[in-house]
């Protein structure tokens, strides 16, 4: 049985102590998401062992070993987020292409069906986008910025959104798809992610 240490007693952008992986009073001024949960860390080698085996092994099976580690991150916001959509993070067409699957795709639909919450599949990427690994933390934030749209006509009509991806280490690209869904409506905006870097 795998186990994983659950992160949501710190703030995402300082990593002081918060309660439910909110952002902290100074940091959520400048953050257009309210809150970041992980069902682990990406430091501890079985989180981060299971997450490239998924990625780069085209393992389809572990994304619904890993889906209810990712309801777990869930509902680690509490009762904050009211009546949400699931909201995955694409891949670019060239990465999807070469992977034949979107992880963060599959990991929203795995934990959508098992604790009823809807998935909208709208974000798409305006523009390709280097791997934010090979990046330093300032290049990354302009590798993404403005790289998200949200399909045409689509409006989230108020209602909170959490995004989905599977590890989150600096923010850039949920900020940057955040600011996306802000634009079509979304009411507040939070992330759960497997493992955060
Ligand atoms: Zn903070």
């Known amino acids: 049985m795998i186990r994983f240490q659950p992160m949501h007693d710190r703030c995402f952008g300082c990593r002081r102590p918060s309660g439910n992986g909110r952002f902290c009073f100074l940091c959520a001024r400048a953050w257009p998401v309210v809150g970041v949960t992980a069902a682990g860390s990406y430091t501890e080698p079985v989180v981060r062992d ?67 919450w809807p998935v909208a599949h709208v974000l798409t990427r ?34 909170d959104v959490i995004l989905i991806d599977d590890v989150a280490t600096t923010g850039s690209t949920l900020r940057a798809a955040a600011e996306a869904c802000r634009t079509a409506a979304a009411g507040n905006v939070y992330a759960s992610v497997i493992a955060i870097g």
């Open 50 to 116: 299971t997450i490239h085996a998924m990625k780069y092994r085209y393992a389809r099976i572990l994304c619904s070993a890993l889906a209810p580690f990712l309801e777990s991150a869930i509902y680690l916001h509490g009762d904050a987020p009211h009546d949400p959509i699931l909201v995955p993070l694409p891949l670019s067409r060239r990465r999807y292409t070469w992977r034949g699957f979107n992880q963060a795709a599959l990991l929203a639909e795995g934990a959508g069906s098992r604790a009823g």
């Open 126 to 159: 305006v523009r390709h986008t280097f791997p934010q690994a090979e990046l330093s933390h300032e290049e990354r934030h302009a590798n993404v910025a403005g790289a998200f749209r949200v399909q045409d006509r689509f409006s989230f009509e108020g209602r």
